[in-house]
Structure formats: C-alpha cells, structure tokens
C-alpha cells in the first residue's frame, strides 16, 4: 500500500523522482501521445496536432534532460548535506517507465522510498494520478515491491516561492530601467478541465502561490492558463494565455510582459511550445516586449527545498508554508478523476 505522512521514517533508504516523460526522437512521439491519452477522449486529430509540437522539435522533448539534471542536482545536493540517500528516477508515460524503475529498485534491496511527484499543487492529474501510477507500477513489480511514501506538496514552500521569484526577478531585469515599472506580470499554469478544478484545490493553491510571488516581487500579477486540450464541448480552465495577451494589448498601455511558467517546474514541451513558439511570436506582432522567465528547474533554492521535503519525513524536520491552503497527506476521496465526456465520431464528408 501506499501509506500516508508518518513522521518521520527514519527506515527510508531512496528517493524516487515520479515524472511524466517524454519523447527523445521522432519515433517516440506518436507512442508516447498514446501513452498520455489513454483512456481519455482526446480525438485523433488533436493528438496528430500536438504531434506537430514534438516534431517542431525534431521529436525531441527537453523534459527527459530536465529530469536528470534535477537527479544529479539533488544527489549532489545530498551526498554533500545529507540524508546520502540513492536517486531513482521513473516516468509515467515514456521511458524510464516507473515500474521498470521500481523492479530496480527492488533488486537495488529498496524497502521505503520517498517520491517526489514532479508537481507543487494538488489535482488529479498533478498529484492523486501519480500515486495511482505508483501503486499500478508496484502491483506490477509485485508483493516484494517497495513501499513508497509520497512527499507532500509544495505550492507555498518559502523555497519554491523564492525560486520563482528569483526567475521573475532575472526576467524583469531584462526590461529597461525606464520601463520596468509598468511591466505586466503574467502567470502561467496548466489548463485542467473544470470538472477536475471543482474537485482539487488546484486553483486556490496556485492562485496563493501567485500571490506570495507578487509580494516577493514586489508587483501585481495575472494568472492564466495554456495548454489546453481535450474536447470542445467540456470546459477548461481559462482564460488562456495568448487570449489574455491580446485582451490586455487591446485595452492600451502593454509594452512589457513577464510570463511566469508557475504551474510548471520544468522548461518541457508546453513551456517553450506554448510559450516560445506561440506566445512569443504574438508578443512580436504586436510589438510587446516579452521576456519569459525560466521555470525552477534546478534552482539551488528549489534543490534545497526537495532536501527539506525528505528531511520533513526522514527526521521530522521543520514543515515550513507561507500559505494557509497546505496539506501533509491525500485522503481517499481527494481530487478525484474528472467526469469525461464522450467525443461523437466526427461525420465523413
């Protein structure tokens, strides 16, 4: 079983970074789609589309090098501070898949793992999904497989707004002294369907972390949403990110904008599709000078911060939060699968 936030646990011998994956050739793209959109009513067409994105990109994703530069950021971070604790690393959706790394794990003589869920804020698809992936991928690896203890999540970690924050500052650096002031802040996260939304704490959390960010910062700031997909007929989080943009150009005044990639922890596919293919272009065209901040990645604030979340569980170290909406464990009925809607066939013509 997957157990809940006892602290601490001092029997924990490994870290296990839960990612989503991604394709590293053009070979990849189309099984890896599957992979993503099984089960879901995602017609073909949309995913043959998003197909387009990785093969603007030779097929490629940067999510897998991302992964093991955050590995080896955390290992290094470890052996130096401790717990000397060993990295395992396994995907959801593409290789390494997660129960081929749980059955190494099994056969490293891995008992307890601690998982970090490559996400800060609670949804479906971003936390309850995962430790579902986790306890399939165990299922498969069987009754000897290790037990592994979810770290919790880390919207409001003073580490990770700091992280962010610092990614914003060194983007509004970019802007001119004479303008920087009047530069627009603008989040970003993923788009969710509503229906998952309603049910997590999704929006509250990320429209907290946003928060706590402007105060960093020193500035206001906007949060939309990119990414979207699924059908027409179900409705997503919005409003979405090159729709904002544009709505904000036509009210007057906009000559600076700042994206920050908040709800993301990477610089993968939807960061620089969505953002440096799409949204910078229309920036362009309408002459705003946009200067994309990085995502946290392997910040050493953000690395730092991964080390707290172990100790909060290996040693009961101290659990910081700026927010009020944190929470240490999932309970059974938590941010439950979203309703899906059935996609009619499209009609030949």
Known sequence: MMPGCNYPLPACDAVLIVAFGGPERKEDVLPFLENVLRGKNVPRERMLEVAEHYYHFDGKSPINAQNRALVAALDAELRAKGPA???????????????????????DGIR???????????????????????????????????????LRTFHDHPGFIEAVADRVRIALGKIPDSRR????LVFTAHSIPRSMAETSPYVAQLSEACQLVSQAVGRPGDLVYQSRSGPPTQPWLEPDVCDHIQQVHAGG??????????????????????????????????????????TVGVHPVFVSTIRELILERTEGGARRSLGTLSA????????PAPIRIPVKPVEAR
């Open 85 to 107: 604790l060993p990295i395992y690393w396994g995907n959801r959706n593409w290789h390494p898949m997660l129960a081929d790394t749980i059955r190494q794990m099994r056969v």
């Open 328 to 335: 240490d464990t999932c309970g059974p009925g938590c941010c």
């Open 181 to 184: 002031a009047a530069a627009r």
């Open 112 to 150: 307890n793992a601690l998982a970090l869920v490559t996400s800060a804020f609670g949804s479906y698809s971003g936390c309850r999904q995962y430790r579902e992936n986790i306890e399939r991928a165990r299922a498969e690896v069987g009754e000897d497989a290790p037990e592994i203890h979810k």
């Open 253 to 294: 005044g906009l000559t600076d904008l700042v994206l920050s990639p908040i709800g993301f922890l990477s610089d993968h596919m939807e960061v620089v599709y969505d953002l440096d293919t799409e949204a910078a272009p229309l920036c362009r065209d309408l002459g705003v000078n946009l200067c994309r901040a990085a």
